[in-house]
């Protein structure tokens, strides 16, 4: 029998009109995406108050789980274990509450004084000028500040109520979490596999990709209050250990935990050495965590994470702007899980696409 060559597959013939239809397609596609992004933000925003606290449990219980593993590997029971994190958690978090204000405390006198001196030089200096104090009555302007602090005394009472329930909702979460982790990861890798890579690749990747942002965030943390507090011993300001403890514990809240505790910090070198050393010591508050931290911390979460320090930066205040600190702080992370998540496809994809070649050329 002669050798007959395959017969050659017709070749595909392209309307004009396909592309506008491709184009049609992918539009719609995306305007799909933006309006489930659009109503899951809203329906989000709408349970803050709930899904804030879940978030915060849920980020916590794959940080803190292995500590429970670890208990349970010695002997003690799921449940005891997380309950004896829990309290280990509370108490470094209560210290830290504690020495704030037992310092602010002990220093408020001397602090008082030195504002109330510092406004009287300041209103001397400025006499006769055009920024001139001597007309404003102080004692009027804090009944006017007294009145307002008042009507807002009722949002401040919600709010603090709302932080309460939250912070309960939360504790009640993460003991869950923690203790009903190995069921909870098995149920998520039964149901996140990606185009048959498997879910247990996907959720290991997620969890290590946590860890090591919040190892870089510690590592940066730590230098940050390691330095800030030889900075109040060089100056002789007192509660220097409390001034780095409550730097490294405030470092893990985006923005205002820095505000916290530089301002912490400088109300005791003001009460103790005086206007010159709070400033030499908010110079140094400023440089260090301003400078320091943050070109460490993009510098170790970059390498950690290998995410551009571009992309890490424009997802931080992507994730400021979409969902406040909670955001700036999960951004990155949450990028490198959905770009890993989107790898596998994409992947698997390519892959699908090369053994559709293949058999049409052996074909």
């Not at 209050?225 to 780095?244: C, M, N, Q, Y």
Request: hydrophobic share 55%; aromatic share 6%; net charge negative.
């Amino acid at each position: 029998m002669p050798h007959q060559d395959p017969v050659p597959a017709p070749a595909t013939t392209r309307h004009p009109g396909d592309g506008v239809l491709r184009l049609g397609r992918i539009g719609w596609a995306v305007v799909g995406v933006a309006a489930a992004a659009v109503v899951v933000y809203a329906a989000v925003s709408a349970i803050s108050g709930l899904a804030v606290p879940l978030v915060v449990a849920a980020v916590l219980g794959v940080l803190l789980h292995p500590l429970v593993d670890r208990l349970e590997r010695l002997g003690l029971r799921r449940g005891l274990g997380s309950l004896a994190v829990l309290v280990a958690l509370g108490a470094v978090l209560g210290v830290a509450v504690w020495v704030t204000a037992d310092g602010v405390v002990d220093q408020s006198a001397e602090i008082t004084d030195r504002l109330g001196s510092g406004l009287d030089t300041l209103q001397q200096q400025l006499a006769g000028t055009t920024l001139d104090l001597s007309g404003v009555d102080l004692s009027e302007t804090t009944s006017s500040l007294a009145g307002g602090v008042a009507s807002l005394f009722g949002s401040v009472f919600s709010s603090a109520a709302a932080f309460v329930v939250g912070t309960f909702v939360a504790v009640f979460f993460l003991f869950y979490v923690m203790t009903d982790w190995p069921r909870i990861e098995e149920f998520a890798a039964r149901h996140s596999s990606v185009r048959g890579t498997p879910g247990r690749v996907v959720v290991d990747e997620a969890t290590a990709t946590l860890r090591r942002y919040f190892g870089a965030l510690t590592t940066s943390s730590l230098v940050t209050a390691v330095l800030i507090g030889l900075g109040a011993i060089l100056l002789d300001v007192p509660l220097a250990f409390s001034i780095a403890l409550v730097t490294f514990v405030t470092s893990y809240i985006p923005y205002l935990g820095a505000i916290f505790s530089g301002a912490f910090a400088v109300l005791i070198a003001l009460g103790s050495q005086g206007p010159t050393s709070a400033l030499i010591l908010l110079a140094v508050i400023l440089v260090v965590q301003n400078v320091v931290q943050t070109l460490m911390l993009t510098k170790l979460s970059s390498d950690q994470l290998r995410l551009h320090p571009i992309v890490n930066l424009g997802s931080t205040i992507v994730g400021a702007v979409l969902a406040g600190l909670l955001g700036a702080m999960l951004s990155a992370p949450v990028t490198v899980i959905v770009r890993d998540v989107l790898g596998h496809a994409r992947a698997r994809t390519d892959d699908a696409d090369d053994g559709r070649a293949g058999d049409a050329t052996t074909g």
